[in-house]
């Protein structure tokens, strides 16, 4: 099986699939009389399409043993979705683009791992593929923001699942 | 000058100012092939008005001198705004109800003060009256979503301050 580079998680690196969320970089204003500041609009929330709004979740995601086996992948066809740890441990993400010849898969030549740090999140633009959230640590907790839908949040018509069990890749820790 | 009494941060006591956002009562969803529980939408995301949308920042707050001093208040009559802290410890959430005779200023009589674990976060409705946020570690970071204008992020709008310097109210540590 395939072992996928980790890479640093960096915001020109990660710009094909969205944004990094963190300090660095950030829009500073200073407010609340001097004693706070505010890091203003960190990434494109982007929930509106089809009636959709904005959710915001807890996830309490377990860590996988090692290697962790890549065999599947997601995308959220309505919505953006941001991954914030609430809890300082580095995490990892996995993303990839989309295949040249075919549009509703995606390019698994093309596979990226990145190792964020605990005090990064990544906001996933609409429609990007990536692997469900994995933690380094036994048990991390995340703030998610995504989108909820009109339908009685019957989240189908925005996940599309791609499985690749025959040709898996592996992450070594 | 008055102290305030300090109440625990819960989810009954809080429904009139906004919502909890905590884990406790959650709804728990399994998802990741039993690897992640979603404990899913926490609150009301309320930032539509106006044409607005959801803003993700990131909010460092610094430690107040004790006695902290209470004698300004702010809502945002267009949005809500949600705080949850990205490190595990207690802070500070002052809070009051409009006055009765006088919808445009808060009512000082009300003011309530609650003390948030580290893994509690609040949505304030839009309008509710709250104080800045007010921390109790020489610093805390919090992960906020509010309410960005169509206006060039012009807040003004949705901002509304009330000063009461000759009434302070006091916190003591």
Redesign the interface.
Known sequence: MTALEIEPLAAAAFAPFGEV?E?AG?EARE???G?????????R?D??ASGG??????????G?PSPIVIE?LERHPLGSQ?F?????ADWLVVVATGAADDASRPDLAALRCFRARG?Q?V?YARGVWHH??LVLAPRQ?F???DR?GPDG?DASANLDEVWFSDQPRTIQI
Chains 1, 2 share one sequence.
């Open positions: 969320i300090i950030a407010i609340n009389q004693t706070t500041t505010r890091f203003h609009d960190l990434c929330i929930v509106s709004r904005a959710l915001l979740s807890l996830f309490r995601a377990d996988r599947l941001a914030f740890p609430v809890s300082n005090d999140g906001n469900p959230v907790d703030l998610v923001v909820g949040e």
